[in-house]
């Protein structure tokens, strides 16, 4: 069996999709890039990065989300033209960008994977790292997971991250063919 050239992790902030990442990175025999839209917003000034960790308005002239969203979606066929296998992760919530990144991705290998976790556990999770927006995971939690198919989930609730990190490389490896993608896809394009 080949490994697809994207895995794709979705689910809402603190459901611990990082932390599987970077341990699957390394199980698998294949180097994969952790990209995921930190890698842009981590280049926006920095205090309109910290602006943004605590959830409060930035004023910059210039500062538009769509197109830091947009950006993200197009360095993946880039990336992967070079040659590079991804894994990335983020919670993808509105229709468009969830149909935007699959576009982007049309034609390459996906595994779409579906990071669950209990809402009071990613809350309890937001409230304890202190560096993100309190309040996003009651805001991604009901929309994050909405018109997916999933070809794999996980529920990151009471397994630490290297745990699933095993249970999920086994699950790749055993995965016949990969269709949440392309099912996905086929399906925003006829409801959005
Ligand atoms: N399986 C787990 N069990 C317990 N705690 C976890 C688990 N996974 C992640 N965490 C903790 O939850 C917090 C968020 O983890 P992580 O960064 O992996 O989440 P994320 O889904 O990538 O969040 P974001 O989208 O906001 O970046 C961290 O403090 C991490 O230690």
Not at 54 to 73: C, E, F, K, N
Request: glycine share 6%; net charge negative; hydrophobic share 40%.
């Amino acid at each position: 069996m080949s490994l697809p050239q994207v895995i794709i992790l979705n689910g809402t902030s603190s459901s611990g999709k990082t932390s599987i990442a970077k341990a699957l990175q390394e199980l698998l025999p294949q180097q994969y890039l952790n990209f995921s839209i930190d890698s842009i917003l981590y280049a926006l000034p920095d205090s309109d990065l910290q602006l943004m960790k605590q959830g409060q308005t930035i004023s910059r002239a210039g500062y538009d989300w769509p197109s830091l969203v947009r950006g993200y979606h197009y360095c993946l066929p880039a990336l992967l033209q070079a040659g590079c296998h991804l894994l990335i992760d983020n919670a993808w919530c509105e229709r468009h960008e969830k149909r935007e990144l699959l576009t982007e991705l049309a034609g390459y290998s996906v595994a779409l994977i579906g990071v669950q976790c209990d809402l009071e556990i990613a809350q309890a999770r937001e409230q304890a790292r202190g560096d993100r927006a309190i309040g996003l995971v009651a805001w991604q939690a009901p929309i994050v997971h909405q018109d997916m198919t999933y070809d794999i989930e996980v529920n990151t609730a009471g397994i630490k991250p290297q745990a699933l990190a095993n249970k999920l490389y086994e699950q790749i490896l055993s995965q016949p063919s990969w269709r949440g993608a392309i099912e996905t896809l086929e399906h925003l394009n006829i409801y959005s």
